[in-house]
């Protein structure tokens, strides 16, 4: 989910990409410029970015993530004409880069990733309809849409995991291409873990609540994922939404595990809305929160140490940071931002040089 995917009440919509993606009814929307890029300075305290270069502009552009050969991103994005997010590519990132759309622009789609052998998956609803599925009433709070009728798709149509109920929010082992993936086939919105053509799908988490947004780190020997643990009234309330295909994604923790599901263990206790976890290397976790913003509205990425223990905030921006993800060769941060943008809720994708 993006969608992905942020959070707190209606009013972070003019802020944030959704969390959870999707694609148009057709294939009407005009084709987003080919950018050059812009260059910006990092903001005062961002000591770990340098030479920010603005890779997108106009729409929503989130969730960018690298190839494994860290020359191209997966994205998903939402521009004029277009109903929701459809699957782009973004190629030749560190000189002048081409966008291509992947997705088809039939129904909604959402969680792109590239493959070991460089093609893209992806999550989408087009077997179900070509239409793009309602969105959800907000008058009940900021809800997500857990659509039954995503499954997981390669980029040229063909289904790589399906089944009853919601399959998306994919990511792959840079190793052998396992998939780890979010899916409510047991009831509950859980982690499984296939292998790279689908197959032999094992259930990795089993508590109750959201787990999600899944990242394998290099020797995919651990995952990190963002989860809810909802006790009482709350747990009730999740439930009842669960049933209703919705979740409410105001109060997120960030969790690790052994890629066999051994080992779960709490890493953040922040009593907030902590999500887009990924490993910058064995030992620390990326990741986007509103934690230090009373009204839930300011989110930062920070880093912390996967005992829990260093927590450093690593953006300054006054809006949205999120779905940080270090380059293969650990050079570079790819993540989405409301920086620089020229219309209400514009969210643009950026690439920055990291430094320790």
């Known amino acids: 989910m993006t969608r992905l995917a942020p959070l707190l009440a209606a009013s972070l919509l003019i802020l944030l990409p959704s969390l959870v993606g999707c694609a148009p009814k057709t294939d009407t929307a005009a084709a987003p410029p080919q950018p050059t890029p812009t260059v910006l300075p990092a903001m005062e305290g961002e000591g770990h970015l340098r030479n920010l270069r603005q890779l997108t502009r106009g729409g929503e552009n989130a969730e960018a993530y690298w190839s494994f050969d860290g020359r191209s991103l997966s994205m998903q994005s939402t521009r004029a004409g277009a109903k929701c997010d459809r699957i782009w590519r973004i190629d030749d990132v560190l000189s002048l880069p081409k966008l291509t759309q992947v997705s088809s622009g039939k129904g909604r789609t959402t969680c792109a990733y590239f493959r070991n052998d460089g093609r893209i998956l992806y999550s989408s609803t087009h077997e179900a309809s070509e239409e793009c599925p309602p969105v959800p009433d907000r008058s009940r709070g900021y809800v997500w849409p857990v659509y039954d009728s995503y499954d997981v798709y390669l980029?040229?149509?063909?289904?790589?995991?399906?089944?009853?109920?919601?399959?998306?929010?994919?990511?792959?082992?840079?190793?052998?291409?396992?998939?780890?993936?979010?899916?409510?086939?047991?009831?509950?919105?859980?982690?499984?873990?296939?292998?790279?053509?689908?197959?032999?799908?094992?259930?990795?988490?089993?508590?109750?609540?959201?787990?999600?947004?899944?990242?394998?780190?290099?020797?995919?020997?651990?995952?990190?994922?963002?989860?809810?643990?909802?006790?009482?009234?709350?747990?009730q309330d999740y439930r009842k939404l669960l049933s209703e295909g919705l979740v409410r994604p105001s109060k997120l923790e960030i969790f690790v595990m052994n890629a066999d599901g051994s080992g779960k263990r709490q890493v953040t206790s922040l009593g907030a809305a902590a999500f887009a976890p990924s490993f910058l290397d064995s030992g620390r976790i990326l990741f986007s929160s509103n934690h230090l913003d009373p009204k839930g509205r300011n989110f930062d990425i920070f880093l912390i140490g996967v005992d829990g223990t260093g927590l450093e905030r690593i953006t300054t921006y006054e809006g949205f940071d999120g779905f940080p993800l270090i380059s293969p060769d650990g050079k570079r941060l790819a993540f989405s931002s409301n920086r620089n943008g020229t219309e209400p809720g514009e969210t643009n994708v950026f690439v920055a040089d990291w430094v320790e």
């Not at 899916?183 to 873990?193: E, H, I, K, Q």
């Not at 609540?209 to 009234?233: E, H, L, M, T």
């Open 155 to 235: 980029e040229d149509g063909t289904p790589l995991i399906a089944g009853k109920g919601y399959d998306a929010e994919a990511t792959v082992c840079p190793v052998d291409g396992r998939i780890v993936f979010t899916s409510t086939r047991d009831g509950d919105l859980d982690l499984y873990v296939a292998d790279a053509d689908g197959k032999n799908v094992k259930r990795l988490t089993t508590e109750d609540g959201y787990d999600g947004g899944a990242f394998f780190n290099a020797d995919c020997s651990k995952i990190v994922w963002r989860a809810s643990r909802p006790q009482g009234a709350a747990l």
